[in-house]
């Protein structure tokens, strides 16, 4: 089935880049999602990329999509203590059981901001 | 800003009894969604529906129980609450078709004693 895997802990200090890495597994994925999670709150969707693009920016946020290696990353430049989160990286994937798309999501990376 | 609600946000209770997570949306949406995040921040899919009178079971068997009344509205029941119930919940939304961008919910945190 659709694995969604990403690393579970990125550490940097304020004013650098991060770049937090995701790999999929379902070629057949049209959209890749960044969701946002602070602390005892819900998930926030940070952006979103389509298939047919490979490189999407909003402000700090960069989205590199390769689709050959299946590869995903976002980049957020400048890195200020309010980006430390964890963030979900997901694929729209094909329910061939019933017949929909849904969300598979990865385990989430914990971005922490060193002041 | 997404229009989706949980209540309550946060639930202490004791072994046995029988509890309702509230979700509601006001985007329209036919779809919606019950995750169950452990602490180590992973997403179980448990409950979903595409619609109205529509429920389907996710990838983590639960002992809970959804309906599907009304659009707007999806609730979870757990008829008997356990300390293995202890978790966070977090419902989700989106529309029937097309980017399948879901929605979240702040959660509710539930601790059961």
């Known amino acids: 089935g659709e694995d969604v895997e990403q690393s579970l802990f990125l550490s940097v200090r304020e004013g650098d880049s991060s770049v937090i890495n995701c790999t999929y597994t379902d070629s057949s994925s049209t959209y890749l999602y960044w969701y946002k999670q602070e602390p005892g709150a819900g998930l926030q969707l940070l952006t979103y990329i389509f298939s047919n693009m490979d490189m999407k920016q909003d402000q700090r946020l960069t989205v590199l999509l390769n689709k050959k290696d299946k590869h995903l990353s976002l980049r957020i430049a400048d890195t200020q203590t309010g980006d430390s989160a964890i963030y979900f990286c997901a694929e729209r994937a094909a329910n061939s059981g019933a017949g929909s798309y849904q969300l598979t999501f990865g385990k989430g990376t914990k971005l922490s901001v060193i002041p | 800003e997404a229009d989706i609600y949980q209540t309550p946000r946060y639930l202490v209770i004791g072994t046995g009894k029988k509890i309702t997570l509230e979700c509601s949306q006001t985007?329209?949406?036919?779809?919606m969604y019950w995750y169950q995040q452990d602490p180590g921040m992973e997403l179980h899919l448990i409950h979903y529906?595409?619609?109205?009178?529509?429920?389907e079971k996710g990838d983590l068997s639960s002992e809970s129980t959804v309906s599907r009344i009304r659009t707007e509205h999806f609730p979870l029941t757990l008829e008997s609450a356990r300390p293995s119930h202890t978790s966070q919940y977090l419902c989700a939304s989106s529309e029937q078709a097309g980017k399948e961008t879901q929605y979240f919910g702040p959660g509710t945190r539930l601790l059961v004693l």
């Open positions: 985007m329209g949406h036919d779809k």
């Open positions: 529906s595409y619609g109205v009178n529509s429920t």
